[in-house]
C-alpha cells in the first residue's frame, strides 16, 4: 500500500490566494483527519469524517477554511483567502474502524503563506 | 484543560542506552487509547505503539515498550538501547473512545549521543 498521499508537499503563495491542499487516504480506511502543526500550537485536529461524511470540524480556525470529502479516496482542505499565519504544515491521516489501534499520517504539506 | 501532558521539552541518551519518554494524561472517559508517534526531522509522523485502556500488559513493539500506570494516569514511553536514528521528536496521544478523536501532547525532542 502506497500509504496516505498528499499533494503538494511544499506550497508558498501570497496572502490572499486560494489554497487547495490534497489527500488520498489509505484504500479501505473509513475515516479521514486533517491536522495542522505550527511551532506555537503544536498539532491541532482540524476536522475529521467518517465514511465522507464530516464528523467534527470544531477545530477549523475561521470561515476561511473549508474541508470536503466527495469519495472514499480523495479529501480536500481549501483556504480562502489565505494568511501568514496559516503558514504551518497540514497533515491528513487515515484508519479503519477495524484496526483502531492505528492511524497513520501522510507526509504533510508544508504551506508558506508571504 | 491539558489532556496530554509531556513535561521533558528536550532530552539527551547515550547510544545504546535506555530512555524513557513521560506522558501524563487527563480523560474521564473509561475507555481510551494512548499512542506514540516519531517525527524525524524529515516531518513525517510515524506510529510507534498503542496501549488501549482496557489491556492489562504493557504494550511492545520491537525496542519500543509503554509503560502504563493507569492509576497515576501516566503512558511512558521506553526506547531500550538508543540508537541513533531515534533522534527525532516523540509525540503522546490520546483518543477518547467516545470521540474519535486524536489529541496530542507537546512532543519530546530526544537527541542520541554516539
Known amino acids: 500500500d502506497a500509504g496516505v498521499i498528499q499533494s503538494p508537499r511544499h506550497e508558498v503563495t501570497e496572502m490572499g490566494q486560494e489554497v487547495t491542499l490534497r489527500c488520498k487516504p489509505i484504500s479501505g480506511h473509513d475515516y479521514l483527519f486533517w491536522y495542522r502543526q505550527t511551532m506555537m500550537r503544536g498539532l491541532e485536529l482540524l476536522i475529521y469524517?467518517?465514511?465522507?461524511?464530516?464528523?467534527?470540524d470544531s477545530g477549523m480556525p475561521e470561515d476561511r477554511f473549508s474541508a470536503k470529502m466527495p469519495n472514499a479516496s480523495f479529501s480536500t482542505l481549501k483556504i480562502q483567502p489565505s494568511e501568514p499565519r496559516d503558514s504551518a504544515v497540514y497533515f491528513c491521516?487515515?484508519?479503519?474502524?477495524?484496526?483502531?489501534?492505528?492511524?497513520?499520517f501522510g507526509p504533510g504539506t508544508r504551506l508558506t503563506v508571504l | 484543560a491539558q489532556k496530554i501532558t509531556q513535561t521533558q521539552p528536550g532530552m539527551f541518551v547515550q547510544e545504546k542506552e535506555a530512555v524513557t519518554l513521560d506522558c501524563t494524561y487527563d480523560t474521564s472517559d473509561p475507555s481510551y487509547g494512548l499512542f506514540w508517534y516519531k517525527q524525524p526531522s524529515s516531518g513525517e509522523m510515524i506510529f510507534l505503539i498503542y496501549q488501549g485502556s482496557y489491556d492489562q500488559q504493557n504494550a511492545t513493539e520491537g525496542r519500543y515498550s509503554l509503560n502504563f500506570q493507569k492509576a497515576r494516569k501516566s503512558a511512558n514511553l521506553v526506547i531500550s538501547a538508543s540508537q541513533l536514528g531515534d533522534s527525532a521528536m516523540y509525540f503522546c496521544a490520546m483518543r477518547e473512545d467516545s470521540s474519535y478523536k486524536l489529541i496530542f501532547g507537546s512532543g519530546t525532542r530526544l537527541l542520541v549521543r554516539p
Open positions: 491521516a487515515s484508519r479503519s474502524t477495524l484496526f483502531q489501534n492505528e492511524q497513520f
Open positions: 469524517f467518517n465514511n465522507n461524511v464530516p464528523i467534527d
